[in-house]
């Protein structure tokens, strides 16, 4: 049994279906689009523009030109760090590093519900399982690999509601941690 059947025999709950990732999602390159805002891709936070953080210390190039643009809704993922959960749906229209892999969505499931399952824990691990490289800090995501991953999908209104409890959890832990500062 390969990685990817494990990951389905063992993670997937009853009643769900299982997609593979290529039929939700299409990777697109638009470049040229100089004027847009620039976006990174956080662990922490998803998809943000850069100008939001002062912690991000990477250099943009002088020469904007072949950086991707993406929608909202698009899934945005850093190769080199999707193991640690750099990858994510955005909330903006913007550009991203040519670095990055852009995907434009393919289906009518729920884009937030996506956000939170494909950072979720179990997929990050997965990531980690079928990124390539010599060392950690070098782990490359390829877009072959992730575009062959099983998506679990519960359905649409399930999708709802699942995204819809985490963002009132969420919410509600960042008052929490609001009030002791």
Known sequence: MNILQKFITDKTPEGWTTRPFWSLFQRIKRTGFTDEELLSVYRDFGVIPK??????????????????LVDKGWL?????????????ISRYRGIVSPAY???????????????????????IALYGRISKGVRVNQ???????????????????????????????????????????
């Open 139 to 181: 782990w490359d995501l390829e877009h072959e690999a992730l575009r062959n991953i099983p998506i679990l999908l519960p359905q649409y209104k399930a999708q709802k509601e699942i995204a819809d409890f985490l963002d009132q959890e969420l919410a509600r832990i960042d008052q929490l941690i609001k009030g002791l500062y």
């Open 51 to 68: 100008s939001s953080r002062d912690d991000n210390h990477n250099k943009e190039s002088e020469d904007l030109s072949n950086y991707q």
């Open 101 to 123: 892999y852009a995907y434009k969505p393919l289906s009518n499931e729920h884009d937030q519900f996506l956000h939170y399952l494909l950072r979720s824990s179990n997929y």
């Open 76 to 88: 945005v993922t850093n190769k080199m760090k999707a193991w640690q959960g750099s990858i994510a």
